[in-house]
């Protein structure tokens, strides 16, 4: 769902919040800081007040300004695009109840994109970095066909139920956000990639291009950037266990590292017509 056509649901009490949101006009342009004085009734959020603000964008000082721009779709949770910072903490614009983020008073709630994305506009930013990591880690099952290929193998309940939880994934972007080791221009690919490449190892299918995202979280950028802040995980919207993943492909990764070495040398020695 466009933003532009989204339909604000009826306020039902004289409630008022004042939102002050950061405006910009693209990846280089100046920002600023726009306030809105908004009526929201029981159960609104963040969402649901930007599109009371986008029916009507005049400022608390009375200036009439272009539109708000944000991303959202879904507004449940499973799209992943309105994380944004709501108050300096990001988390998704769906799920942020007004009444649980102000308390009591008249409050103020602050709104800006992502810091570690370019921003689009507004409260928009381009999510491509995020896109990019999947790439480099294969976080895919490779098919040879789209005809009919039965039943997959079977897995264990134990794998199933990890891999439910690793698969519902939103690519939300609140993980790379948190992670101090992820600056705007940098290429760490971040949790939720490695968290990925987890998943579609553990696939009985996956597993047969289990190598090639291994070595996709080698070298620079990759899972050893990581310096285990443990941001990710206390800021996932689907409470994924960003942490465990990470160690698990580390000892992936590493038992890689070692397999290479003795492959390598064993290469050599074959090279060389050494012993062995
Ligand atoms: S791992 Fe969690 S925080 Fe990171 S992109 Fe996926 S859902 Fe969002």
Not at 21 to 49: L, M, T
Not at 210 to 226: F, T
Request: hydrophobic share 35%.
């Amino acid at each position: 769902m466009d933003s532009a056509t989204a339909q604000a649901p009826v306020s039902t009490t004289t409630k008022h919040v004042t939102f002050r949101i950061w405006r910009q006009n693209g990846p280089d342009g100046a920002g600023h800081f726009d306030e809105f004085r908004v009526a929201y009734g029981k159960g609104a959020n963040v969402v649901s007040c930007l599109m009371e603000i986008q029916r009507n964008p005049v400022t608390t000082s009375g200036q009439k300004v272009a539109p708000v721009i944000w991303d959202a779709a879904c507004l449940e949770e499973v799209c992943g695009s309105c994380a944004m910072n709501i108050n300096g903490r990001v988390r998704m614009a769906c799920s942020a109840l007004i009444d649980r983020i102000i308390g009591d008073g008249e409050p103020i709630i602050t709104l800006e994109p992502m810091k570690k994305f370019p921003v689009t506009r507004d409260l928009a930013v381009n999510r491509d970095r995020m896109f990019d990591a999947l790439k480099r880690v294969k976080a895919w099952i490779n098919i040879d066909g789209t005809h009919n290929l039965g039943p997959g193998p079977r897995q264990s309940q134990g794998d199933h139920s990890v891999m439910y939880k690793l698969s519902t994934c939103i690519t939300c972007g609140s993980c790379l956000e948190a992670c101090p080791q992820v600056t705007i221009d940098n290429g760490f690919i971040g949790a939720a990639a490695i968290s990925q490449a987890r998943l579609f190892n553990m696939n009985p299918t996956g597993k047969m291009n289990a190598e090639e995202r291994v070595r996709g979280l080698m070298g620079p950028g990759g899972i050893q950037d990581c310096g285990k802040a443990q941001n990710c995980v206390k800021v996932c919207p689907k409470e994924i266990p960003l942490t465990t993943s990470i160690a698990v492909m580390n000892r992936e990764v590493t038992k890689q590292i070692v397999k290479d070495i003795f492959f390598d040398q064993g290469d050599e020695k074959k090279s060389t017509g050494g012993p062995g």
